[in-house]
């Protein structure tokens, strides 16, 4: 076979690729551009060790962690851009894909559309930089589960060490204080049917929850900046 015909080949195949790569776990990568970015999509319910309906719009943790894996030994790869818009989901599944973004080298910036709302919020912080536009709300109250419950102390023991948890790695990863962040948990004033706060995109940057209010165009020039202007990550 010719070398045209085997780099026709091989671009065909890549193309493949990375349709296969949308249709199924709902990212992409740029080839075209001026860097290398891979864009990860967290949508809908977030989807633990239990599977979904299929009238759910799930994201598959067992997807995510692999892929961000991939992305961060990639040389190829040079920067990661979360999307977010999604109503939570499995805590604990979450917080684990949360934990590894955050510990990437890979540069990384995370734009919250539509919402970002209960464990999407440790999301939307774990990036190096986050970005909500104006229209995005998220949504944040304490760690509850549904179903069967053991009617035991120690029942509300794993509650509190969950949320605990979850407020550590916010505040950690945010600007916003840990007093501050506890009293939106806390607030029975705003939610029908439950007990937490709804934040709307510039409120949420005011508290140092998210670093900027920005577009989509923002959240790609800081990515730029970010990569032209970090040290590369592998020699």
Same mark, same amino acid.
């Given at each position: 076979?010719?070398?045209? @015909?085997?780099?026709?080949?091989?671009?065909?195949?890549?193309?493949?690729?990375?349709?296969?790569?949308?249709?199924?776990?709902?990212?992409?990568?740029?080839?075209?551009? @001026?860097?290398?970015?891979?864009?990860?999509?967290?949508? !809908?319910?977030?989807?633990?060790?239990?599977?979904?309906?299929?009238?759910?719009?799930?994201? @598959?943790?067992?997807?995510?962690?692999?892929?961000?894996?991939?992305?961060?030994?990639?040389?190829?790869?040079?920067?990661?851009?979360?999307?977010?818009?999604?109503?939570?989901?499995?805590?604990?599944?979450?917080?684990?894909?949360?934990?590894?973004?955050?510990?990437?080298?890979?540069?990384?910036?995370?734009?919250?559309?539509? !919402?970002?709302?209960?464990?999407?919020?440790?999301?939307?912080?774990?990036?190096?930089?986050?970005?909500?536009?104006?229209?995005?709300?998220?949504?944040?109250?304490?760690?509850?589960?549904?179903?069967?419950?053991? !009617?035991?102390?120690?029942?509300?023991?794993?509650?509190? @060490?969950?949320?605990?948890?979850?407020?550590?790695?916010?505040?950690?990863?945010?600007?916003?204080?840990?007093?501050?962040?506890?009293?939106?948990?806390?607030?029975?004033?705003?939610?029908?049917?439950?007990?937490?706060?709804?934040?709307? !995109?510039?409120?949420?940057?005011?508290?140092?929850?998210?670093?900027?209010?920005?577009?989509?165009?923002?959240?790609?020039?800081?990515?730029?900046?970010?990569?032209?202007?970090?040290?590369?990550?592998?020699?």
């Amino acid at each position: 076979m010719s070398d045209d @015909k085997q780099q026709d080949k091989s671009l065909s195949e890549e193309l493949i690729d990375d349709a296969e790569l949308v249709r199924e776990n709902g990212q992409s990568v740029s080839r075209n551009s @001026k860097h290398l970015i891979h864009c990860l999509s967290v949508v !809908g319910q977030i989807e633990g060790h239990y599977v979904l309906s299929e009238q759910n719009k799930t994201t @598959k943790y067992e997807h995510i962690i692999p892929a961000l894996v991939a992305i961060e030994q990639d040389r190829s790869v040079e920067g990661l851009l979360i999307i977010l818009n999604t109503v939570g989901g499995d805590v604990e599944a979450g917080l684990a894909i949360a934990e590894l973004i955050s510990g990437m080298k890979t540069p990384t910036v995370s734009i919250v559309v539509g !919402g970002g709302h209960s464990i999407g919020v440790p999301l939307a912080v774990s990036a190096k930089r986050s970005f909500i536009v104006p229209t995005a709300s998220m949504t944040i109250h304490p760690v509850r589960m549904n179903g069967t419950v053991l !009617g035991v102390p120690q029942t509300l023991s794993y509650f509190d @060490k969950m949320q605990d948890r979850i407020v550590r790695f916010v505040t950690k990863n945010s600007s916003i204080t840990e007093e501050t962040f506890r009293t939106l948990l806390m607030n029975t004033q705003e939610l029908v049917l439950d007990v937490g706060s709804v934040i709307e !995109g510039e409120k949420a940057v005011e508290l140092g929850l998210i670093d900027s209010l920005g577009s989509l165009g923002d959240a790609m020039d800081c990515l730029y900046d970010m990569i032209e202007n970090t040290e590369k990550r592998y020699s």
